[in-house]
């Protein structure tokens, strides 16, 4: 083998080597741009992830706020509703008291004119009576605490009636 071989094997080999250090490189700064771009992207998207994990917790508290809000609201106004119930029971106690003890007593008109009613009541007042108006006939005070209970029970239903809707009212607002 002749030195001018060797000589040309030498350059081939140190072009090889050459060209195999320039492709390490060339490997080697490709992998430091795309670690650079992964690097970003992680940080972009850490970024919008830490974004949305605070819309969703602003979103969950002003829920919580409006919550809170509703339920405060309808509390008032249970307790408005309550203070009403209880404020018309102790009427309707106050009224079944003063009739058993004849302190009260309901009457009823009567159209002494209907020939219907069947009633001879004269259609005048006498003249000792306090009564002013047409002709009245006095109830029963059994009859009178049944219908002091009738009308009891009517206006705990319409108390109730109306704690439903105001009830509804708030929570539809």
């Avoid at 008032?76 to 008291?97: G, P, W």
């Avoid at 009613?117 to 306090?130: E, I, Q, Y």
């Avoid at 006095?138 to 705990?156: C, N, S, V, Y």
Wanted: charged share 20%.
């Amino acid at each position: 083998m002749n030195a001018s071989v060797w000589k040309l094997a030498g350059v081939v080999a140190a072009l090889a080597i050459v060209a195999g250090a320039a492709a390490a490189l060339a490997w080697q700064l490709q992998d430091w741009r795309y670690g650079r771009q992964l690097a970003e992207q992680a940080r972009i998207r850490g970024e919008t992830l830490s974004q949305l994990t605070q819309a969703a917790a602003t979103q969950q508290r002003t829920e919580q706020d409006k919550r809170q809000a509703l339920e405060q609201r309808l509390a008032a106004s249970d307790q408005t509703h309550h203070e009403v119930l209880t404020h018309a029971q102790k009427d309707q106690a106050r009224l079944r008291d003063r009739l058993a003890t004849a302190d009260l007593r309901l009457s009823v008109l009567i159209d002494a004119a209907d020939p219907a009613s069947g009633c001879a009541v004269p259609a005048a007042t006498g003249a000792g009576g306090v009564v002013h108006g047409g002709t009245r006939a006095q109830l029963d005070p059994a009859h009178a605490q049944r219908i002091i209970g009738i009308t009891d029970d009517g206006d705990r239903g319409l108390i109730a009636l109306s704690a439903c809707q105001a009830y509804v009212r708030e929570v539809n607002r």
